[in-house]
């Protein structure tokens, strides 16, 4: 079974610049997740949708940061323009289901972003 | 005060020894989750647990729901075994599952 995939790996970008990632789940799963890491801290929930519609994007930066997830598969996460603390690790998850709980997450390897 | 604290931060062992990481949360919870985070990579899930004991090869996780505590236990630990150990809570009541992230527990084996 394929894991989560993520694009690019690595990307250097000055500060006022946009850039964007990409996230491909594990076939099948309906729940997708967005995290920001910051150096030396655990993860951060940014988004959570269930297929194609958003459940928890409470801790979204809404003036910079947008997510889309068409037709309930890939998803995109943007921002624009960056700031130098945006500067981390931006993790995709997914996961069967999210209403039961209890659902395994399966993480992708991770872009790491850094804004000069 | 973080909803999940982890001790220690940093580990440093010899291989062969026994290690423990701590993980206290604050909140009620469904479940929780011990990950694994190697340098440069993703995270893999290690366990899911609301309650009692699982193991796993040399992996042991334990959980104290009245004393809101869990243990991650490795025995004869390995140089392999280095990585961030990452605790983290499903918050129980909620219309949605979410996961609140400790800080990590950075472990590394010599040889």
């Known amino acids: 079974e394929a894991g989560v995939a993520q694009s690019p790996r690595y990307k250097i970008i000055e500060k006022r610049q946009s850039v964007a990632f990409w996230c491909n789940p594990i076939?099948?799963?309906?729940?997708l997740y967005w995290y920001q890491q910051i150096l030396g801290q655990g993860p951060k929930l940014l988004i959570q949708?269930?297929?194609?519609?958003?459940?928890?994007d409470s801790q979204l930066p809404k003036d910079r940061f947008s997510a889309e997830r068409l037709k309930g598969v890939d998803s995109t996460l943007k921002i624009q323009p960056a700031k130098l603390e945006d500067s981390a690790v931006y993790l995709c998850?997914?996961?069967?289901?999210?209403?039961?709980?209890?659902?395994?997450?399966?993480f992708g390897p991770g872009t790491r972003l850094t804004v000069t | 005060k973080n909803e999940v604290e982890q001790s220690p931060q940093n580990l440093t062992a010899q291989e062969g020894e026994f290690i423990t990481i701590n993980c206290s949360y604050s909140?009620?919870?469904?479940?929780l989750h011990w990950l694994q985070q190697h340098p440069g990579g993703g995270i893999v899930s290690l366990f899911m647990?609301?309650?009692g004991k699982k193991k796993h090869g040399r992996l042991i996780a334990t959980i104290n729901i009245q004393e809101k505590h869990s243990s991650l236990h490795i025995t004869a630990s390995h140089p392999r075994d280095s990585a961030v150990y990452i605790c983290?809570?499903?918050?129980?009541?909620?219309?949605?599952?979410?996961?609140?992230f400790g800080k990590g527990t950075l472990l590394t084996v010599n040889p």
């Open positions: 949708f269930q297929n194609n519609g958003v459940v928890d």
């Open positions: 076939s099948g799963h309906a729940t």
């Open positions: 983290a809570v499903e918050a129980s009541g909620g219309s949605n599952y979410k996961l609140t």
């Open positions: 998850a997914s996961s069967l289901d999210w209403d039961r709980g209890l659902y395994e997450q399966y």
């Open positions: 647990l609301s309650s």
């Open positions: 909140v009620g919870i469904s479940a």
